[in-house]
């Protein structure tokens, strides 16, 4: 069941194409570009109102991680980049709409 939410939340987070056709390497810098702006409207949200330092070191963690493999690719398999950056956009959009709703 796991596996299928994660595979799932890939899909969302590469988009239907990368779903169907699997080509990693187009679709890991449209999903890096989608996460870094989550990240940078988390930043902002965290600047205007009370966002517990819990939800702010969660998202960071998941933003320097998946970082790592946006700056080198070539540093994870494809198949691990998918659920990396599944895991990453999920917990960073989870710590920004927890974010909005404390302010």
Do not use: W
């Not at 699997?22 to 966002?51: M, Q, W």
């Not at 970082?67 to 494809?78: I, L, Y």
């Amino acid at each position: 069941m796991r596996r299928i939410l994660i595979a799932s939340m890939a899909c969302l987070a590469l988009g239907v194409a990368a779903c169907t056709t699997l080509d990693l390497k187009e679709s890991l810098p449209r999903t890096c570009y989608l996460i870094n702006k989550a990240h940078a409207a988390f930043l902002i949200v965290t600047t205007t109102g009370d966002v517990s330092q819990k939800n702010i070191d969660r998202e960071a963690v998941a933003y320097a991680g998946i970082k790592a493999v946006c700056d080198n690719p070539t540093s994870v398999t494809p198949d691990n980049a998918l659920v990396l950056a599944a895991q990453a956009y999920a917990t960073i959009t989870l710590a920004l709409r927890d974010a909005k709703r404390s302010n």
